[in-house]
């Protein structure tokens, strides 16, 4: 009986413990992400993704988020994000292809988006950028989950 009950209490403290996966990303006044490459396992439960604009220039002038979708879709989102301008944080409202987002943020801000793994699937390509206009074309990088295919973005630069 003293046993069961141990097995039920580590089985609860794994729960209450579970992994947030802290993940930081800087972006620059140079239009530029300073990590190529996130990666989260499945050990994770959710993702916390902390984007530095380590910049000086405010957010209508080099402002930049951090988007993610499955890398398929980053251009697609991008076009629309575009359209939906600063105020909507270049991001079409409602775009369910986004899986996670932070706002545009200007030189010296931080923002924190945080989602649970299950908004990823195994084995698909995932790829993270900045929606602001002109910037996705260099400021992406890969999303990588379970060994998700590594050519994805190099496939899609050379399109
Ligand atoms: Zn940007």
Redesign the pocket.
């Known amino acids: 009986m003293k046993l069961l009950y141990i097995t039920a209490f580590l089985l609860v403290s794994r729960v209450a413990s579970a992994d947030v996966c802290q993940l930081k990303i800087s972006?620059t006044d140079q239009?530029r992400?300073e990590q190529q490459t996130l990666q989260v396992d499945s050990q994770c439960t959710e993702v916390e993704v902390t984007l530095h604009n380590s910049g000086k220039l405010p957010a209508n002038i080099?402002?930049?988020?951090w988007v993610l979708t499955k890398t398929g879709d980053v251009a697609s989102v991008a076009n629309a994000g575009m359209g939906a301008g600063l105020a909507n944080n270049y991001q079409k409202p409602g775009d369910k292809r986004i899986v996670a987002s932070t706002p545009?943020i200007g030189g010296g801000e931080s923002s924190t988006v945080r989602f649970p793994i299950t908004q990823l699937q195994a084995g698909t390509s995932y790829t993270y950028f900045?929606?602001?206009p002109g910037?996705?074309s260099i400021?992406k990088g890969r999303f990588v989950y379970n060994g998700a295919s590594a050519n994805a973005v190099a496939k899609n630069e050379a399109k």
């Open positions: 972006a239009m992400f080099m402002g930049h988020n545009i900045c929606s602001a910037h996705f400021m």
